[in-house]
């Protein structure tokens, strides 16, 4: 059995198609919107509204902890555009789901990540794609589970929930033999990442499912240039699966 796993999607529509290539099945764990793009300022949702010049500016804010700034930015902005700044962000994220359902593979798992917006998915998903958000499936003989979504910090993306809820699904996934979540475990290797110069946020919920019921593996994303890929809990192997944007390479699991 091959099973193909992405994350961290940002947009990448061209590689989709490709990443199911000599698989079995894909296995996606989220954040499919690009709102910006770190790396080239002239992409994203926020470029294509106000220009890469502005999305530079707003990126250098978040960059350097100037939140409130930050803030500030984008209401001008968005004041300068005039009517519900919701309805504008939802118009350019309905036209990329759009675009990545129609590439996304058959059969395809998929969960949220952080800057999804769950509420839109069913108008895109297509036959052969399962989204799965705290609950359980049979791939192959393995058991594979799915927590979508990140816990809340001062970026305000669309699907963070708090530390409770998070836990909750968690709880309510079980006992399985693969845990796939979008937010890795609280362990600060795996959430440094090298280039932004920061910790992301992790799941102590998720750490603590590991440790006591030791799944063969428990795959993740969000952390695009992580300062571990993988480690090692007990007999459970953690693995960043990648950043799907910037490779256009899944990470394989055969078995």
């Keep these: 059995m091959r099973v193909h796993v992405i994350s961290d999607v940002h947009g990448r529509a061209d590689a989709l198609a490709a990443a199911g290539a000599g698989a079995d099945a894909l296995v996606c764990l989220g954040d499919l919107i690009l709102f910006v793009d770190y790396a080239d300022h002239a992409r994203g949702i926020f470029a294509e509204l106000f220009g890469a010049e502005r999305a530079a500016e707003f990126i250098g804010l978040r960059t350097a902890g100037r939140f409130d700034e930050a803030r500030a930015l984008s209401a001008r902005l968005w004041a300068s555009l005039g009517g519900d700044p919701r309805e504008h962000i939802e118009g350019r ?3 990329q789901y759009e675009r990545l359902f129609a590439a996304m593979p058959t059969p395809a798992y998929l969960t949220y990540g952080n800057v999804d917006i769950p509420r839109l998915w069913a108008d895109y998903t297509r036959d052969g794609h399962r989204v799965l958000d705290g609950e359980s499936v049979e791939i192959g003989g393995l ?11 001062r970026y ?20 399985v033999d693969v845990l796939c979540c979008h937010i890795p475990p609280a362990v600060p290797q795996l959430l440094y990442d090298v280039v932004a110069r920061r910790f992301e946020r992790g799941s102590e919920a998720t750490l603590e499912a590991i440790r006591r019921t030791q799944p063969r593996y428990a795959l993740f994303g969000h952390v695009h240039h992580p300062l571990y890929r993988r480690t090692r809990i007990g007999r459970t192997e953690c693995v960043n699966v990648g950043h799907f944007r910037g490779t256009g390479v899944p990470y394989v699991l055969e078995w």
């Design 93 to 95: 994220v309905r036209a």
């Design 143 to 153: 058991r594979f589970g799915f927590v979508g979504g990140g816990l809340r910090t």
């Design 156 to 175: 305000r993306t669309p699907y963070e929930i708090s530390d409770e809820e998070y836990a909750a699904k968690v709880e309510a996934v079980g006992e």
